[in-house]
T-cell receptor
């Protein structure tokens, strides 16, 4: 197991185009999280999945954003009609939650850096 | 709500100097506290954590103590090295049942010069 993998590492796109990012979590982890980090700021929570169910979405996740985790394994984050304000690092994290309160091995990926020109 | 406030940067220190990066928090419920480090072009790496009051997290010479009375979790290192140059984020998370998302501070950039 090589940790949380994100693809691509970098993406440059023109304003108005759609982009999709992929995250492969640690295989035994049941939770998967997406964060957005803009320059000079800390990461901000976007959404998370427990297995294949999307359980929470931040108000930062506008209608142009959609995330899926169809089989409870990898996840995709799509941004439609990109805007310059979408330029950021998109981070994925995964963890194993068991017993209601125990959270193990919360691990971040290296991120996908999106630049909208 | 939940939030983290950390010391503004950037911080520049000479090698072997003492480091303190201040972090205070507000939280609903009983949070766990963390320090993450981010090297240029990379993701976040867990540096240390503490899950209850008076716990001390430590790793690679860095330490931080969970102070409930002052709602603080200041990061310290007695003697910094050039390789410690990075951005440091203080963070908290609460009950796993509520989603267990992390709330991060804005980060403090540290540069250590030889």
């Amino acid at each position: 197991d090589t940790g949380v993998s994100q693809d691509p590492r970098h993406k440059i796109t023109k304003r108005g185009q759609n982009v999709t990012f992929r995250c492969d979590p640690i295989s035994e982890h049941n939770r998967l999280y997406w964060y957005r980090q803009t320059l000079g700021q800390g990461p901000e929570f976007l959404t998370y999945f427990q297995n294949e169910a999307q359980l929470e979405k931040s108000r930062l996740l506008s209608d142009r954003f959609s995330a899926e985790r169809p089989k409870g394994s990898f996840s995709t984050l799509e941004i439609q009609r990109t805007e310059q304000g979408d330029s950021a690092m998109y981070l994925c994290a995964s963890s194993l939650v068991a017993g209601g309160f125990a959270n193990y091995g919360y691990t971040f990926g290296s991120g996908t850096r999106l630049t909208v020109v | 709500g939940n939030s983290v406030t950390q010391m503004e940067g950037p911080v520049t220190l000479s090698e072997e100097a003492f480091l303190t990066i201040n972090c205070t928090y507000t939280a609903t419920g009983y949070p766990s506290l963390f320090w993450y480090v981010q090297y240029p072009g990379e993701g976040l790496q867990l540096l240390l954590k503490a899950t209850k009051a008076d716990d001390k997290g430590s790793n690679k010479g860095f330490e931080a103590t969970y102070r409930k009375e002052t709602t603080s979790f200041h990061l310290e290192k007695g003697s910094v090295q050039v390789s410690d140059s990075a951005v440091y984020f203080c963070a908290l998370t609460t009950d796993a049942n509520t989603g267990n998302q992390f709330y991060f501070g804005t980060g403090t950039s540290l540069t250590v010069i030889p």
